[in-house]
């Protein structure tokens, strides 16, 4: 069992930085593989970017990429997505989520979902 909860989302102008974190629930934290999702208003839930349980391996949407940062600290069972030069499309709720060892962008690969935090970009 894994509780996940975002945090960190907000409004920012298009070009700035905002930093989201995810805490998870329970000692079994570093053997999850760790993602995030986001969905904006009329579209699907689309991946986002994510990270190995070891932290070694990430993988990136095309359209984060060289923007996007994710990371995470397994001692403080917390997952970062550290996200820079935002763009206006990037205006969506951000979900964390948590899954096996296999990187995958297929939601259903993840069990564990936070309840999302709302990040606005202004253009």
């Known amino acids: 069992q894994v509780q996940l909860v975002e945090s960190g989302g907000g409004l920012v102008q298009a070009g700035g930085s905002l930093r989201l974190s995810c805490a998870a629930s329970?000692?079994?934290?570093?053997?999850?593989?760790m993602t995030w999702f986001r969905q904006a208003p009329g579209k699907e839930r689309e991946f986002v970017a994510a990270v190995s349980w070891g932290g070694e391996s990430t993988f990136y949407a095309d359209s984060v990429k060289g923007r996007f940062t994710i990371s995470r600290d397994n001692a403080k069972n917390t997952v970062y997505l550290q996200m820079n030069s935002l763009k206006s499309e990037d205006t969506a709720v951000y979900y964390c989520?948590?899954?096996?060892?296999?990187?995958?962008?297929?939601?259903?690969?993840?069990?564990?979902w936070g309840q999302g935090t709302q990040v606005t970009v202004s253009s």
């Open positions: 329970g000692r079994t934290f570093s053997r999850y593989t």
């Open positions: 989520a948590a899954g096996g060892a296999v990187i995958s962008r297929a939601m259903a690969a993840y069990n564990y």
